[in-house]
């Protein structure tokens, strides 16, 4: 999957999950301008989970708010997926 589409879908499933409709790939999720809550939050994860099956639990490890964007987020689970190991 390339950025453009995990872009896509992100802002698809923000859509689905929260209501929202993303105008900037620069602005955090949790602004004023988006409003979304810390629970849409979850779900929309767990959504993107599921739907690129692969688990997204590392995202928050060294990463603070400012992931909280379509850009920064998309390039983040580039990295994850690239890296996904099968599990033994």
């Known amino acids: 999957m390339n950025e453009e589409t995990l872009r896509e879908m992100i802002i698809q499933t923000i ?4 209501n929202v409709a993303i105008t900037d790939h620069n602005i955090n999720f949790l602004s ?4 979304i809550s810390v629970v849409e939050l979850f779900y929309i994860i ?3 989970e ?3 099956e692969t688990p ?3 995202l928050f490890e060294e990463s603070d708010h400012n992931i909280l ?3 920064n987020l998309s390039q983040h689970i580039i990295q994850i997926m690239n890296y996904k190991q099968p599990i033994m």
């Not at 004023?32 to 409003?35: E, I, K, S, V």
């Open 56 to 58: 997204l639990f590392g």
């Open 50 to 52: 599921i739907q690129l």
């Open 69 to 71: 964007t379509v850009s």
């Open 32 to 35: 004023n301008t988006y409003g």
């Open 46 to 48: 767990d959504s993107l």
């Open 15 to 18: 859509s689905d999950k929260s």
